[in-house]
């Protein structure tokens, strides 16, 4: 070890003797600086991450090593002095190695310069650490790779410009080995053998975040390899002019051993797939616990069945080993219980026909073109998975997502493969279970409780209905195998306890039949299972059936795995009177029907009759307009059964026709029931300094002709809200980084109305926002340049979105209910000569107010009436430049959240944290660049400074060596 640090000392000092060390530095700084801002356009990617700068650094690396390594063996050849280092006492070992650490301590101290750029990126946006400490660790193993190479090279002549060369190809020839550029040429299964062989491909892996020992022994057996071979090149000079001898034929055999064995290694090692560590914040690249729990869910083999065709599409080409990696996860995981295929329909003509007559997929043509070829390649990209008889198919739509890139071609990635692929397999599973035995599912033992009163205080018609429930509830139970088990108490026996205990833990209060029918009775149903109860309503028809369906469907929502039932509440959209006209402005929410129907079953309620349809899990309401009293019982007395409802309203309405934005103030209808609830919709729209951009058409004179360009401006009714207006604590917006609200309205809660709930505010403005009452949304950029409206005023923080869980008190309280006939009094009369005109009509009228809520009702209102829909993703969409599709991510959560589904959220959850950068003014994007441009230069001038003294006092102690001779 001293010899060996000595001539560490020695060669790392040289480096500095000469200014080659301090201008290639200099040099490797300033190119990775020009390439980090300007060739990979990082302001406008708007992601605070490192990607463009490792995403050059293996290229960078061959040139900097080279140029570093080029003189270390072949000064020494030009100059003679390698006879002295080859007759000296020092191993050939322990030369090597003080050369090769010498030459990487110099690499390493470059791409140390380089940190300034990562802490810069954090300062900037919320930077994952884990992807930036995997790319500098991957630079190192690569560059110690590297330098092995020109190690070598450099012993091969006494020429540095040839060693310069001969370290550039071979390092370079690694390098292209694994790049798109060649491994685009052949079929993905020779793709990924030559992604294994290359430099580049195993250094990408690394930089994702996931320190991979199969990768780490790649670079460590490059190393080895080499250094084995520079070993043996200065044995071979010590041989140089004598006989041949058993000592050399026994120093080939162990050097050809030591490569072969270096090598097979990696082979070996290819199987262990699971020895890694995944250093990404969220472990965005490991399965997490939730998928492996629905996978456990399965009771019969799963499968999933990979559609890839040998060729495809360069961009998607290396995304297959990717998925092929991430699917062996699912095997190792699934064990028995899941099947995983790989299949190339092209190469089987009945596989093919299976796909496309079974499953409905085909193949997608894609137009390719390039400098060697340009056509149209036909290519399968896509997953099945199955379960039984249900099946969900993912194409390439819904495994990727494209960004916009500062090169030519745009950047196609997996977009969270996890979430889609466990999305589906817990929709096959839970739909396989819909139409199989419920009581299978049921963890526990679940018990129906009938408060009903007697029958001869009921009601003709429902003292039939109580008969009726015996029989159904008797049958259930039989078919349970002990799963279920009932029983039936009058509430006002013994003197009214039971009646005033369930007023008190359900609302429930007596009944009554009609407006002259005044006699009150009880008929409430309750499954009450170890965790949790569910209210069981009336049906409509009081039939066997619809009981029976309506147990069934609580019996659901208590048994883990089914799939869910969202009732959607959307404004209908106007009737389009001609076809040669565009249809008249109207809110549509394709883009969120499509999303939910991925992990939930959505169904259009009408809520006009009163009722919410009785499979409902959850109730949303977006952009509701004059609800009637009916429709607003129906969403609070399902409020009140302890159901999940989410409301998005706000008091004005902005619509864009002709071109023109225009606000109009909106009517809900729901007003006077939220503020009982404890929720103000003020009469006033939120702008925020901290906005997103508004598409304007600015006119533009170009010669005689004046033309309107389309401008990105700031727009102060979008309120662009980061990190610190989202609670990060909460579950629902944990995972975002960013959200656009769009004209909305401040909520206000009240509270002194939820001494009970849990209430949680999701979603705020920035502290200099201001609210204002005018309806003209349309910016003035004239009279107010900086954003288009008026700013002095009063700035405040407003609250956006806020959520609320526990006991309720109904709005209906103390009243009659509007489910009620208003007869008259000839109606009255038709009714004493008829009888009980209840008795035979199938949809019997009844009156009964839940008076409060449950403990797991859940309320979340949002304080807008254009958040999620169509038109205003669009225009958000415009102004990034991708798609945009926050608010739904947003709802999506909020779905997951209020149905308890955590597994899915945490998931989503993982991948939704978008890393953005903050908001900033083109100054500060300049400032920030210049900045680590000084930062590099500074860098530099430390290491100089330190260098000086380091001489300095080496040059004193030999003065007083001296001295003291």
Not at 326 to 337: D, H, N, R
Request: glycine share 6%; aromatic share 10%; hydrophobic share 45%.
């Amino acid at each position: 070890m001293k010899h060996l640090s000595k001539i560490f000392c020695k060669e790392f000092n040289a480096y500095f003797a000469s200014p080659a060390a301090w201008l290639f530095m200099g040099a490797f700084l300033a190119v990775t600086l020009f390439v980090f801002f300007w060739a990979e356009a990082f302001f406008a990617r708007n992601i605070a991450d490192m990607k463009p700068f490792f995403s050059w650094v293996p290229v960078l690396l061959i040139f900097l090593v080279g140029a570093l390594s080029m003189r270390i063996w072949s000064e020494e050849r030009r100059s003679g002095t390698i006879e002295n280092l080859l007759t000296s006492p020092v191993g050939a070992f322990q030369i090597v190695m003080g050369k090769f650490l010498a030459n990487l301590a110099l690499v390493a101290l470059g791409l140390a310069l380089t940190l300034p750029l990562a802490f810069s990126v954090s300062i900037m946006g919320s930077l994952d650490w884990g992807p930036v400490i995997g790319g500098y660790i991957a630079s190192l193993f690569l560059a110690a790779a590297y330098v092995s190479i020109g190690l070598y090279m450099s012993g091969r002549t006494d020429n540095p410009i040839v060693a310069l060369i001969l370290t550039v190809a071979c390092a370079g020839a690694f390098y292209l080995i694994g790049s798109n550029m060649l491994t685009t040429l052949f079929s993905h299964k020779v793709a990924g053998i030559l992604e294994l062989i290359g430099s580049g491909s195993r250094f990408d892996s690394i930089t994702r975040g996931v320190l991979d020992v199969r990768d780490i022994y790649y670079y460590l057996s490059i190393v080895g390899v080499f250094m084995t071979l520079n070993i043996l090149s200065l044995e071979r000079l010590r041989w140089a002019g004598n006989p041949s001898k058993s000592h050399h034929r026994q120093w080939l055999l162990f050097t050809s051993l030591t490569i072969a064995n270096l090598l097979v290694a990696n082979v070996w090692l290819d199987s262990a797939r699971t020895v890694r560590v995944d250093l990404t914040e969220g472990k965005s690249y490991s399965l997490s616990s939730a998928t492996k729990d629905y996978i456990a869910q399965a009771a019969e083999p799963l499968l999933i069945r990979g559609y890839f065709s040998k060729k495809s599409h360069p961009l998607l080409e290396p995304l297959i080993p990717q998925l092929k990696d991430l699917l062996e996860e699912y095997q190792v995981a699934g064990g028995s219980k899941l099947r995983v295929e790989f299949i190339d329909p092209h190469s089987d003509d009945e596989v093919e026909a299976e796909a496309a007559d079974k499953y409905g997929i085909r193949p997608v043509p894609f137009r390719m073109a390039s400098r060697y070829e340009a056509g149209v390649v036909n290519s399968y990209f896509d997953l099945v998975i199955a379960y039984g008889d249900e099946y969900e198919v993912l194409s390439f739509n819904d495994l990727i997502e494209v960004k916009s890139s500062g090169r030519g071609d745009p950047e196609v990635l997996l977009n969270n493969p996890e979430y889609a692929i466990t999305a589906a397999l817990r929709k096959v599973i839970g739909s396989f279970r819909a139409g199989g035995d419920v009581y299978s599912d049921l963890s526990a033992e679940v018990s129906f409780k009938a408060y009903v009163s007697p029958a001869d205080k009921l009601p003709q018609a429902f003292a039939d209905f109580r008969g009726v429930l015996e029989s159904t509830l008797k049958s259930m139970a039989e078919e349970s195998a002990g799963k279920l088990n009932y029983e039936f108490a009058d509430p006002e026996a013994g003197g009214g306890q039971l009646a005033q205990q369930l007023n008190e833990l359900y609302g429930f209060v007596p009944q009554i039949a009609g407006l002259f029918d005044t006699q009150p009775f009880w008929f409430y149903m309750v499954l009450e299972g170890s965790n949790e109860s569910v209210q069981i309503s009336l049906p409509e028809e009081l039939s066997g059936n619809s009981l029976r369906n309506n147990i069934e469907a609580a019996l659901k929502r208590m048994a883990p795995g089914y799939l869910k039932t969202v009732a959607f509440v959307a404004p209908e959209l106007p009737q389009q009177q001609n076809p040669y006209m565009p249809p008249p402005p109207g809110k549509t929410y394709n883009d969120l029907r499509a999303v939910l129907e991925e992990n939930v079953r959505v169904i259009d309620a009408d809520l006009s009759e009163g009722s919410v349809p009785a499979d409902t899990d959850m109730l949303l309401l977006l952009a509701p307009e004059n609800l009637s009293e009916k429709a607003i019982f129906a969403v609070d007395q399902f409020l009140m059964q302890g159901g999940s409802v989410v409301v998005s309203t706000s008091s004005f309405n902005a619509n864009l026709s002709n071109s023109r934005l225009a606000a109009a103030p909106y009517n809900s209808g729901l007003d006077d029931w939220l503020m009982s609830m404890g929720f103000t919709i003020k009469n006033e729209m939120v702008l925020d300094p901290q906005n997103a951009s508004l598409p304007i058409p600015v006119p533009r004179r170009v010669g005689p002709v004046s033309v309107n360009e389309i401008v990105m401006m700031p727009y102060p009714h979008f309120p662009d809200i980061r990190r610190e207006g989202l609670n990060t604590e909460h579950p629902v917006t944990a995972g975002l980084n960013q959200l656009t609200f769009n004209w909305a309205s401040p909520v206000v809660v009240d509270a002194d109305k939820h001494t009970e709930c849990e209430v949680v505010q999701l979603v705020k403005s920035s502290a200099n926002s201001w609210a204002s009452d005018d309806v003209n949304v349309m910016p003035d950029y004239q009279m107010y340049p900086r954003n288009g409206f008026v700013t002095d005023v009063d700035r405040n923080e407003y609250t956006l979105a806020a959520s609320s869980k526990g006991r309720f008190e109904s709005y209906f309280k103390d009243k009659e209910s509007p489910l009620l006939p208003e007869n008259s009094e000839g109606e009255e009369e038709d009714s004493e000569k008829t009888g009980d005109a209840s008795a035979g009509d199938e949809s019997t009228v009844y009156g009964s107010v839940i008076q409060s809520s449950s403990d797991s009702a859940h309320l979340v209102v949002i304080g807008s009436n254009n958040f999620a829909e169509d038109m205003v993703l669009s225009i958000a969409s415009q102004g990034m430049g991708s798609e945009y599709a926050a608010p739904v991510e947003f709802l999506q959560n909020l779905v997951d959240w209020s149905l308890d589904d955590s597994g899915l959220l945490s998931i989503r959850s993982r991948a939704q944290l978008a890393r953005t950068l903050d908001p900033m003014k083109d100054s500060q994007r300049r400032s920030w660049e210049y900045g680590n441009y000084a930062a590099a230069l500074a860098g530099l001038i430390i290491v100089w400074m330190i260098r000086m003294i380091l001489k300095r006092r080496k040059r004193a102690q030999y003065e007083q060596i001296l001295a003291e001779i």
